[in-house]
């Protein structure tokens, strides 16, 4: 039970207040009984106080070792379990209390770490509706489960609803906001014959849709999918503790039965049986990762549990999603180019003025950029929005447009705007969403609207780096152009663009083959497969869906990937701490075998000597509540050859 099951998901019972109270019942066993034989109290009392303590806390000890020993796997369970039968057949019931109650106290500890209840398919099932609307023969309209569409059926999506399934549209323009799935911040708009995803949000239009997949067919439920399998191609590491106890277990009973053979005392053997229990070695692990977790709290960053630290220690490669990790995931009103005779001021406030009552993001990205620049939008009346098409309204007694920039559009400012073209082609060129802003059916001028970088972006990618992790990259759905953009403002030259789910994980499961310990820092629920298997899953905790966060080793939770270079040196320090805590456990425990050995110390004595060990190793993880934020990363490590997809869409 105290080596055996430390992964994820094992200490569920552990960790129940049940199993608490137990381990403080048998410890307050073991002090009474100790209280009762110095008061003089009747020895069978005393006995009685110190093997009914060591049966509560041991019983369950030997039954996990009984049941290692049956599936032939032998750790530290064997050794604590062959200490604990050996004190009770000497009379030894006072230090087999002991012995019990503080491996039981070690397992409850990193119990209380080994938290990976992973809840991300049932929050990725909650992103589809429950119930869908169908279009019966005649026309007719019901409300069914989703799960009851078929193939074929016909559906309404109003606006604000999401789209049951995956489908084509049959009638209507609408926005769909599909950032939950492809990771692109801008509603896509949408028309007849164009496709539309389950999970995704229909904006502003009502539709007619086609249903073409159902049920674990849809994107989402293949989502679904490759986050089950995920999880299942990422073994857990199992505790460091156990590494040593293919060695460690053997030795001490070779000790044992050493001194027994040399001596002719059974005695001395038990002592050396007790004197070898890992208590030490077995809170080497937990109480430095306990600290550990505690101080990445008081940064902003989650962590679930000492596994994670670990890996993140071990990281050579960071990777970030786009859209809502390494930029805020919200479009922001970037640059105004005026045609002649229009000023930039001018154009923003009509344009304002006919955005003012939209609640389209892009709307909404447009009164806010006038708003940050101190210009107060014309009035407006008559506004109207064309799904699809853009905005009209008569602003200060002007007919103004504002619409998106399409072939037909281009065609129109080389004939009557040509100062336009090049100011176009350059907001194309770095990936921003440009605008047409017409007054009077005259080109006015163009709005850039883009996804903001993270003002710490490109501090956390030179921070990791100094910090020693090898190379820093970045997988995006989201268009060539604009990943292009926001890899080169944040200083990252390994990108990949328009990447689903399933190409996500592909890429890390490549870095992965390669060699690379890989950690993926995401936000949405197309990062989900991704998060589940990297090595280290990082989500965003203010930004990031629930599927992210239920599916991730870590949470952010003030979005702030500048504090990821401060978890890396963290983590490498607790790693380091825990295997100085082992030196000092497997230092104690020589000690006091050595002392039972010779007949300096009795079992009661080896029991207190060896523990002295646990205190220090405790007081040694404390440190690291301390540890300073601005501790100087290491040196950076040249960054190694990896495929070159910058420039290149996957």
């Not at 999506?157 to 084509?168: Q, S, T, W």
């Not at 006091?592 to 080896?606: N, T």
Request: glycine share 12%.
């Amino acid at each position: 039970m105290i080596g055996r099951f430390a992964c994820p998901g094992s200490y569920r019972e552990l960790i129940s207040s049940r199993e608490t109270l137990l381990c403080l019942l048998g410890g307050l066993l073991a002090v009474t009984s100790w209280v009762a034989s110095l008061s003089g109290a009747p020895a069978w009392l005393a006995a009685a106080l110190a093997l009914t303590g060591a049966a509560v806390n041991g019983l369950p000890i030997v039954k996990g070792a009984v049941q290692g020993l049956l599936e032939k796997q032998v750790n530290v369970d064997e050794l604590v379990s062959i200490a604990l039968v050996a004190s009770v057949a000497q009379g030894e019931y006072l230090s087999a209390a002991i012995v019990a109650c503080i491996m039981k106290a070690g397992s409850l500890v990193e119990g209380f770490l080994s938290d990976a209840a992973r809840r991300s398919i049932k929050a990725l099932a909650a992103v589809t509706p429950d119930t869908a609307t169908v279009i019966e023969p005649g026309g007719r309209e019901r409300t069914v489960p989703a799960a009851e569409v078929r193939v074929g059926q016909q559906l309404r999506v109003r606006p604000g609803e999401r789209i049951p399934v995956d489908a084509v549209i049959l009638s209507g323009v609408t926005a769909v906001d599909e950032s939950s799935i492809t990771g692109e911040p801008l509603p896509r708009s949408c028309a007849t014959g164009d496709k539309v995803l389950a999970g995704t949000m229909n904006y502003n239009g009502v539709i007619v849709v086609e249903a073409q997949r159902v049920g674990e067919d849809t994107t989402i439920g293949k989502v679904v999918r490759l986050v089950e399998e995920a999880e299942a191609h990422n073994p857990k590491a199992a505790r460091l503790v156990d590494r040593y106890a293919q060695w460690f277990t053997p030795v001490v009973l070779a000790c044992a039965a050493a001194a027994w053979a040399v001596s002719g005392e059974t005695s001395r053997a038990v002592a050396v049986l007790i004197a070898g229990c890992p208590c030490a070695l077995l809170m080497a692990a937990p109480t430095a990762a306990v600290a550990a977790v505690g101080r990445a709290a008081r940064a902003g960053i989650i962590v679930r549990g000492g596994q994670a630290l670990e890996k993140v220690a071990a990281a050579t490669l960071v990777l970030f999603d786009k859209t809502g990790t390494l930029t805020f995931g919200r479009p922001e009103l970037d640059e105004v180019s005026p045609a002649p005779g229009f000023t930039a001021e001018r154009v923003l406030a009509l344009a304002a003025g006919a955005e003012g009552g939209g609640t389209h993001p892009i709307a909404r990205a447009i009164v806010a950029g006038a708003e940050a620049r101190s210009i107060a939008p014309a009035a407006a009346e008559g506004a109207f929005t064309e799904v699809g098409v853009g905005v009209r309204a008569t602003v200060d007694g002007h007919a103004v447009e504002v619409c998106g920039v399409t072939a037909d559009v281009e065609t129109e400012l080389s004939e009557r705007a040509p100062g336009l073209v090049t100011p176009l082609a350059a907001l194309r060129g770095r990936g921003a969403t440009a605008l047409l802003v017409r007054v009077d059916a005259a080109p006015a001028g163009l709005l850039a609207v883009t996804d903001t970088l993270r003002p710490g972006a490109r501090a956390a990618v030179s921070g990791l780096r100094a910090a020693g992790l090898a190379h820093a990259g970045m997988l995006s759905g989201d268009h060539e152009t604009a990943a292009a953009r926001i890899a080169a403002q944040a200083g990252i030259d390994y990108w990949r663009a328009g990447l689903k789910p399933a190409d996500k994980l592909s890429a890390i499961r490549t870095q992965q083959q390669a060699g690379a310990t890989v950690v993926f820092v995401g936000d949405g629920i197309n990062d989900a497969p991704a998060l589940a298997g990297a090595d280290v899953g990082v989500a965003m905790g203010g930004a990031g869906t629930d599927v992210a966060l239920e599916t991730a080793d870590v949470a952010l939770t003030h979005d702030d990937i500048g504090r990821l270079p401060f978890l890396v040196r963290l983590a490498r320090r607790a790693i380091s701490l825990i295997k100085i805590n082992i030196g000092l456990g497997v230092l104690f425990n020589a000690l006091s075998i050595l002392g039972s050995g010779y007949g300096l110390l009795s079992p009661v004595m080896a029991s207190v000597f060896h523990n002295v060990g646990s205190v220090i190793v405790v007081i040694s993880s404390a440190s690291l509540a301390f540890f300073d934020d601005g501790e100087p990363g290491r040196p950076a490590c040249p960054a190694p050859a990896v495929p070159a997809a910058g420039g290149k869409a996957a």
